[in-house]
């Protein structure tokens, strides 16, 4: 069963975006939350961080909500919290690259350290009732920090293990290590969800066709840049050539064999505006919201420098009002 995961793209794929986008583009079967970020020596976690992530009654999709943290007391206040609130699993983040994380010992800062790792599991695992999953890079500076945490994170009561094959000093470019993705999945001897650059079908296809045992695929950008990619993947492409038919993934009540038309676009883009009005107080913060989604959506990202610019100055609903068509204009042309 091929299991397709929305990835956690902080600052992007929000509670509403995910709600909004799971109505309009079906196919996933997760979505991991971008990380609620945890202060070491926390009390509480403030409830408005937990309604950031649908309960399972709430969602069509699964949502699992991210934690960043680098201490095992803050760790568990936080999960026993989610607990509480009724989620059923709680994923930490040892991939975030951004330097201020990394400073504090947290995201992928935390790679080098596989003993402080597996104290903060030892401390934290016997004492959470629900579920504790992992997302990790291959290390900070070196693939050798995964290499060496996987043979003993093995012996671990975790509930899954996702990897992004690249260092956190890569940030998010450069070339993703499938030589050293293939070494992890051999040293940790149990399932691995692969993430990273998954584009198109096809980026798919030659991935399944390399790491066939890999049942799990997590995808961050390429559902942004193309909504209709997990249904591609599921329905419009079949692998009988490496043993994967269409009907094994999520349900598609109906299949998509068209590209993306403008009024996909619009309709989506209507639709998140509508939800989103309620939860900025400045009209400024709602446009700012929408330009860095649309920076990562329907393939805008490649968009001419002159649309980029206008797009980033525009400061009004009614002058997005204009604007929008221009989108569409844009989108129909490709
Ligand atoms: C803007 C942005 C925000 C991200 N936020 C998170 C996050 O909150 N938690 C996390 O584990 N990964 C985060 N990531 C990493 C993605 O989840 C994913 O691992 C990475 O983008 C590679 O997958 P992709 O090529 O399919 O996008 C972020 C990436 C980007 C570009």
Not at 136 to 163: A, H, K, N, V
Request: charged share 25%; glycine share 8%.
């Amino acid at each position: 069963m091929i299991k397709l995961i929305m990835a956690p793209l902080e600052g992007v794929t929000d509670k509403t975006f995910r709600s909004c986008y799971y109505d309009h583009f079906p196919g996933l079967n997760a979505a991991l939350t971008p990380f609620l970020p945890i202060p070491d020596g926390v009390k509480r976690v403030p409830l408005r961080n937990l309604k950031q992530v649908a309960l399972p009654s709430e969602s069509p999709v699964h949502e699992i909500p991210q934690l960043l943290v680098s201490e095992p007391s803050a760790f568990l206040i936080a999960g026993r919290a989610l607990e509480r609130a009724g989620y059923r699993e709680v994923n930490w983040n040892l991939g975030c690259p951004s330097r201020g994380v990394i400073r504090k010992g947290k995201g992928s800062g935390l790679m080098p350290h596989t003993d402080h790792i597996l104290e903060i599991l030892d401390a934290v695992l016997p004492e959470l009732n629900i579920n504790l999953s992992m997302k990790i890079r291959l290390g900070l500076e070196s693939r050798d920090e995964c290499f060496r945490l996987l043979p003993r994170l093995r012996e671990y009561p975790i509930s899954g293990l996702t990897l992004h094959p690249r260092l956190g000093t890569q940030m998010y470019s450069g070339s993703v290590d499938l030589d050293g993705f293939e070494k992890a999945l051999e040293l940790y001897g149990k399932p691995i969800c692969y993430n990273g650059d998954i584009r198109s079908p096809g980026d798919f296809r030659s991935l399944k066709a390399r790491f066939p045992q890999v049942e799990e695929w997590m995808i961050g950008r390429g559902l942004l840049a193309d909504p209709f990619l997990a249904q591609k993947i599921l329905s419009e492409v079949s692998f009988p050539d490496i043993g994967v038919n269409a009907d094994e993934g999520a349900d598609i009540a109906e299949p998509v064999i068209h590209p993306l038309t403008h009024r996909e676009v619009r309709d989506f883009i209507d639709d998140l505006l509508k939800r989103m009005k309620g939860q900025f107080q400045r009209e400024i913060a709602l446009i700012n919201y929408l330009k860095g989604i649309l920076l990562f959506t329907f393939e805008l990202e490649s968009m001419p420098s002159e649309f980029r610019k206008e797009l980033l100055s525009l400061k009004t609903l009614k002058e997005w009002e204009k604007f929008r068509y221009k989108i569409y204009e844009y989108f129909d042309s490709q």
